[in-house]
């Protein structure tokens, strides 16, 4: 593949051009064809948020924990941009939940912070709250998974059924609390764990 193709596939995973991704793929590109900073069509993908495009270029073999020049993952840059469906997709597709990115956070870390958000409150409807808390459920689902947390995936799937069956904006901020106890208390165990 000439250097303008290479370039041209990152482009259009950075634009959000599925076809052309899929296209030059389909060409034989290497998917783990980085730029001169080490970026990847995954890193590109993955900042932007585009679901789709990175289960393609997984598909297609493009690695997950590939770090670029400042030693991101395509995972750091999920977490940093704060695209929960991303994150989820990387971790099934093999991203190292042990990853630290340069400010030593993990998936977890991110989920905590965008609990966080959450919880501030704003004008959000209960529809809107309710999907976003379920994306942090599924996130830290697969992360528990990998991480071969089966107890703490129980209480998760106790907390997950409780958001079910909500129908007013306080009882979703119920869960979400319950949701950031289990958090911290998850990285309170993660930490201890990494002593």
């Excluded at 042990?98 to 965008?114: C, E, F, I």
């Excluded at 501030?120 to 809107?128: K, L, M, N, V």
Aim: charged share 25%; proline share 3%; with cysteine.
């Amino acid at each position: 593949m000439s250097h303008n193709a290479v370039k041209r596939f990152r482009e259009a995973a950075n634009g959000n051009d599925i076809d052309t991704v899929r296209r030059l793929l389909l060409e034989d590109i290497d998917p783990c064809a980085a730029d001169d900073k080490g970026r990847t069509a995954l890193h590109f993908s993955s900042c932007n948020g585009n679901e789709s495009i990175v289960q393609l270029l997984l598909s297609y073999g493009a690695d997950p924990n590939q770090r670029d020049g400042l030693g991101n993952t395509p995972l750091h840059l999920a977490a940093c941009t704060n695209h929960v469906p991303v994150i989820t997709t990387l971790l099934r597709g093999g991203a190292r939940v042990d990853a630290l990115d340069r400010a030593g956070r993990t998936p977890l870390h991110l989920a905590r912070s965008k609990l966080n958000i959450l919880q501030e409150g704003d004008s959000r409807s209960i529809e809107t709250l309710r999907g976003e808390v379920t994306q942090i459920i599924q996130m830290l689902r697969e992360y528990l998974n990998v991480m071969g947390q089966s107890e703490a995936r129980e209480r998760l799937d106790h907390i997950s059924t409780q958001l079910q069956h909500t129908r007013t904006k306080e009882q979703v901020d119920e869960v979400t609390d319950l949701l950031a106890s289990f958090t911290s208390l998850s990285l309170q165990k993660q930490n201890l764990g990494d002593r």
